[in-house]
């Protein structure tokens, strides 16, 4: 915090003997010493919150950025499984089972599915409760 070096000190210690005096120095200099202290102490704890706050924000736009990735996966994904449900069913040539049709369409709306959110996953930074949380969804 200050930068004194051995001749300040003492030069600070002549003076205050001179003024204070032999009797009150001790009592002085302690006093000065938990004053000191509580000042570190206080800017030390102002230093922490601060450093919470900001690993907080960087916390909150993460979040908000893997949000706003999920959301796009997911409306992709809806849209894709719409324009499925929306095609007309017409039967293929190879097979004239229109069912076959609609499990393939299905089957591939899963894989889209399962690409969005494995991409999801992909991209989430991997925290341990993150992982913890998932746990406890899976095994109420």
């Avoid at 300040?8 to 001179?18: A, K, N």
């Avoid at 002085?28 to 800017?43: E, H, M, N, P, Q």
């Avoid at 999920?70 to 929306?86: G, M, T, Y």
């Amino acid at each position: 915090m200050f930068d004194f070096g051995f001749f300040e000190i003492l030069v600070i210690g002549v003076v205050g003997l001179l003024v204070l005096g032999p009797e009150r120095l001790p009592r002085a200099a302690r006093t000065v010493g938990l004053w000191v202290g509580k000042i570190k102490r206080t800017v030390s704890g102002m230093q922490r919150e601060i450093s919470a706050q900001l690993e907080a924000e960087d916390l909150r736009q993460t979040l908000s950025d893997q949000q706003k990735k999920l959301d796009d996966s997911l409306r992709k994904a809806k849209h894709d499984v719409e324009r499925i449900a929306d095609a007309p069913e017409k039967p293929t040539p190879a097979s004239g089972d229109p069912s076959t049709t609609s499990e393939k369409r299905a089957a591939s709306a899963a894989s889209h599915l399962d690409e969005a959110l494995e991409t999801v996953r992909e991209k989430a930074p991997a925290s341990p409760d993150a992982e913890s949380s998932t746990k406890d969804s899976k095994h109420p």
